[in-house]
């Protein structure tokens, strides 16, 4: 019995600290959360003064049962906000996307798109694919390739890439395809859901 008080009292003592440190934690870890979303939303989409996301939620959670039947594999989007300029004029959207097809897992990205229909860049949230392959995503050869496109859908190519067409990186072709359907996706809610 003794024994048994023993082990309930550390695992007491024990899930006191764990639940002080979450509560000291929370909010630090939430700020650096939303700091680094509007620093890769500047990044995609620099004119841009602030990003309005009301609204968003409802157009997002609307929107997802849609997504899924475009063939963009199993994406969806985590946030959504219209960009506006200083004078609060419209400038375009930022959305945040997710493909759970990379080949090490999820890949998150900020997708820019302007007001003409533009990708104005993409910037990884999350990444974590195989180093010297698909970690290749982040460097500019890659990742350029997405702005200034303005299609209805971009498809992967393992060729000299069309007007339309993003080309794989050699030896991820998974990746490719993963980082190229999340901005489908984002693309596919700006035209169809967001101005809606």
Partial sequence: MKDAVILFAITLIAGLCLGGVYGITKEPIARAEAAAKIAAYKEVLPEASDFVEDGMAEKIAASAEDLMAQGFGNVYIDSAAQ??????????????????????????????????????????????????????????????????????????????????????????????????????????????????
Avoid at 134 to 147: H, L, S, V, W
């Fill in 83 to 196: 960009a506006v300029d200083a004078s609060g004029n419209a400038v375009g959207y930022v959305v945040s996307s997710t493909s759970k097809d990379g080949f090490g897992g999820e890949v998150k990205l900020s997708v820019g798109i302007n007001g003409e229909g533009q990708v104005t860049g993409i910037a990884f949230l999350s990444l974590a694919e195989t180093p010297g392959l698909g970690m290749n995503a982040t460097g500019d050869e890659f990742k350029g390739q997405f702005t200034g496109k303005n299609a209805e859908t971009l498809t992967v190519t393992k060729n000299a890439p069309a007007e339309n067409e993003i080309q794989a990186m050699s030896g991820a072709t998974i990746t490719s395809s993963a980082v190229t359907n999340a901005v489908n996706a984002a693309i596919y809610f700006v035209n169809n859901c967001a101005a809606n």
